[in-house]
Antibody, heavy 119, light 107 residues
């Protein structure tokens, strides 16, 4: 069974760095890409970036200067780091995987983790 | 970036009614479009991909279509379990972008 689960701090202070982990099971990170999508409370979805199965990354240009995605294939984990957090970065952060061989249709989602940026 | 303009922002419909939601892409995205349903407190669920293909387990009352750069999601006979927020998403190029969402409620 394909599963993804996000973990990380629920509260981050402004200007600090956010670190999130997506732990996956039921598939290999070398076979499937994992994306990060976020959703401010009561608002829409924003694609943040992707760790491609081959190990390269792509980022939303709006976040690129602050965002880094990496992975540890031996632990089946994908990491998100974003610096210089502001209140507008308060959101539910999801990791998600594609549908069969279609990496860009998000069929499998984690439960999401709420990150609040506040002092 | 490709902009996805979704309409309406909200929609109230009766059970068994036909419901249509549309997304307008700011440029040609071919058939690189998906639709998602999100229920309160839940993660989005993939409904349709590649403009017209139903994801596994999605009821056949859902369908997708395209006319040029305008895309539509149709629910042929609205059921209680269809209530939620619907989003379109383009996958023609990164950054992948979503529509702002359509909140579907029961009348």
């Amino acid at each position: 069974e394909v599963q993804l689960k996000e973990s990380g701090p629920g509260l981050v202070q402004p200007s600090q760095t956010l670190s999130l982990t997506c732990t996956v099971s039921g598939f290999s990170l070398t076979d499937y890409s994992v994306h990060w999508v976020r959703q401010p409370p009561g608002k829409g979805l924003e694609w943040m970036g992707v760790m491609w199965s081959g190990g390269s990354t792509a980022y939303n240009s709006a976040l690129k200067s602050r965002l880094s995605i990496s992975r540890d294939t031996s632990k089946s984990q994908v990491f998100l780091k974003m610096n210089s957090l502001q209140t507008e970065d308060t959101a539910i952060y999801y990791c998600t995987r594609g549908y069969y061989g279609y990496t860009y249709w998000f069929a499998y989602w984690g439960q999401g983790t709420l990150v609040t940026v506040s002092s | 970036d490709i902009q996805m303009t979704q309409s309406p922002a909200s929609l109230s419909a009766s059970l068994e009614e036909i419901v249509t939601i549309t997304c307008q892409a700011s440029q040609n995205i071919g058939n690189w479009l998906a639709w998602y349903q999100q229920k309160p407190g839940k993660s989005p669920q993939l409904l349709i991909y590649g403009t017209t293909s139903l994801a596994d387990g999605v009821p056949s009352r859902f369908s997708g279509s395209r006319s040029g750069t305008q895309y539509s999601l149709k629910i042929s006979r609205l059921q209680v379990e269809d209530i939620g927020i619907y989003y379109c998403q383009q996958a023609s190029s990164t950054p992948y972008t979503f529509g702002a969402g359509t909140k579907l409620e029961l009348k």
